[in-house]
């Protein structure tokens, strides 16, 4: 799950991670850690990557909504 990166361990308290895994239990999480990361990544989402041409594309869109000139 998340991109090709290092990861770097994290402590949180052990109620909390039980309390997690109870709540995932019997979901399509396999573990807290993917739960955990999920939910990071929902409230952390990274940047869009455009090509030229979407850029530009994008562009032409806001332009003929008179959002730029």
Known sequence: MGSA??????SIPK????????????TSFSSVEEYVVSKLENEFPSEPVYTKEEEELI???LRKLGYIE
């Open 15 to 26: 109620e909390l991670y039980e309390k997690i895994h109870e709540k995932i239990s019997g």
């Open 59 to 61: 562009r032409e869109r």
């Open 5 to 10: 990166s290092e990861n770097i361990p994290i």
